[in-house]
């Protein structure tokens, strides 16, 4: 089954399970719902969501915020450097601090 985009997307739930920034993609599909993610400056709530090559992601990671540009779509949860190929860090850091 093809995600509900463009041939040239992927459901942003297996995204993240393929990016290795989730451990399962039930983990993923819970950040998702919950809230936690940002595509493109809009906050995200459907795991069902496409994404495309190009993308500005900007999910938790731990204790850290991390900003991400989505270079190539995965064909595949592969090892760890396969997955970092696919994306570039834009900023990383620590929880927002207010003034």
């Not at 990016?19 to 400056?41: E, P, W, Y």
């Not at 990671?61 to 991390?66: K, L, N, P, R, T």
Request: aromatic residues 4%; charged residues 20%; hydrophobic residues 45%.
């Amino acid at each position: 089954m093809t995600s509900p985009g463009a041939a040239g997307s992927i459901r942003l739930d297996k995204l993240l399970w393929y990016l290795r920034f989730a451990r399962s993609r039930s983990l993923a599909q819970a950040m998702i719902v919950a809230g936690h993610i940002r595509l493109d400056g809009r906050r995200v709530t459907r795991a069902s969501c496409a994404v495309q090559a190009g993308a500005t992601l900007v999910l938790p990671v731990g204790e850290h915020i991390e900003v991400i540009r989505v270079l190539t779509l995965p064909a595949r949860r592969g090892p760890a450097p396969e997955a970092q190929a696919c994306y570039v860090r834009l900023q990383s850091g620590g929880a927002a601090t207010g003034n």
